[in-house]
């Protein structure tokens, strides 16, 4: 785990990525921290399409970055890089092995919220007998709605809260974090995911004003490319002290600073306890 005052510091002095990726040493093997398999082998896949790419402005090696993140599937358990990443982190923080075994044994004692799906880990998550799961916008009368800049969830009532890839589409970030800053008790934890390019600043999408969402540059989507969630936020290396602004000793796992065009990288914050 790295200690993000240092990183901060040393990701703006770097104007740019100097490490190229290659689509060739991308396929890994090892463990699988959401399920716990060994010797799963790991395979690269195109995942982010020519027109995102375009519309986030990334290099090649920011893109073959993004889709490593976002394939490398355990053939176990489906999760992606991203996913297994997150189980680590949690794994790292709690003990135990792997994020399956975790939920058998320690998560049960604490009061955990899984705001909006963590795709294949829900599956795991899911068997928390008091996990408070939610969508937001659920149709689904038995799946709870939150809204991340407004939550029904009392101050001061959750230990951890988990979100992946959720952020950059909500329209006012400081708000969302405020809010998780409020429900979590002191010393709890949300454990999440962004998209970062750590080479550049931060920069807004979209604003979403009482006429509606004005677009301040050409409207990006992430999910399958097409009209559907829509990105008010590009997370960059300054992304670190908004998030400490706001009240949270912030940590990010294996977060690469030799390598900017390394996308990887679990936020863990922490609400201080004075």
Known sequence: MINCAIGLQIMKNVQKPKFSLNKNVLNENGKCYACGAQDQIWKFTTIINSELATTWDLTESLRNSFDARESMFCTV???????????????????????????????????????NSCGKLHQFLQELPALRYSEFGSKDPSIPSENLEALSYEDNSLDLILTSDTLEHVPNFDVAMSEILRVLKPGGLHVFTIPVVWSRKTRKRAVLRESGVDNILEASYHGVGQPDYLVFTEFGYDIIAQIEKIGFETTVFKMNLVNLSDTSGVFITKKMTT
Request: charged letters at 30%.
């Open 77 to 115: 358990c489906g999760c992606s890089f991203r996913l297994r990443l997150l189980s680590e982190a949690l794994v790292n923080e709690y003990g135990n092995v792997s994020l399956k075994e975790l939920v058998e044994s320690d998560l049960k004692k604490i009061k955990v919220a899984e705001i």
